[in-house]
């Protein structure tokens, strides 16, 4: 049995990244990963550190099977996530949970009360995971114009009083 942990990313997981979110893209018709369309994975610890955030791994046997970040958006109190991928053969372990939980640590360590983030249309299991851990998604959605013709939603999740 193997064993899965979660790290802080470092600037050097940008190949490994590129292929997790290749892989989990190949399973999903016209969704194409184009290296240009991702520039943050050239150093892509040091692109959330710069957004006021931090990204996340999940390692299995020395393979990256997860990924996690949150950014400050310019509304104060208001982060997104980013990144959110977890490879097919982790996925039901909790990977995604556990760095949800790093990143809202993170959110309320700074006084954060709102999340929010975009997600391709065709992430029908991402959607479920959001809708899980208490996001709603908001009627509007957006246009990429990338090269797998992406359209997306908008989730987005209010802290509560109480």
Not at 25 to 45: G, I, K, Q, S, T
């Amino acid at each position: 049995m193997s064993y899965t942990f979660i790290r802080p990313a470092t600037d050097e997981d940008g190949p490994a990244l590129k292929r997790l979110i290749t892989e989990i893209f190949a399973d999903y018709d016209n969704c194409l990963f184009v290296d240009e369309e991702f520039p943050e994975l050239a150093h892509p610890a040091s692109y959330y550190v710069a957004l006021g955030g931090q990204m996340w791994v999940a390692e299995s046997d020395g393979e990256l099977v997860g990924s996690l970040a949150v950014g400050e958006s310019l509304t104060p109190g208001v982060f997104e996530l980013f990144k959110v991928y977890v490879a097919r053969k982790a996925r039901g372990q909790g990977l995604a949970w556990s760095m949800y939980n790093l990143a809202t640590d993170l959110v309320d360590s700074r006084e954060g009360h709102t999340l929010k983030l975009w997600t391709d249309t065709r992430f029908v299991e991402g959607h479920q995971f959001y809708e899980k851990v208490g996001f709603e998604r908001v009627p509007v959605t957006r246009y990429l114009n990338d090269a797998s013709d992406t359209w997306e939603y908008c989730y987005r999740l209010d802290a509560h009083d109480g």
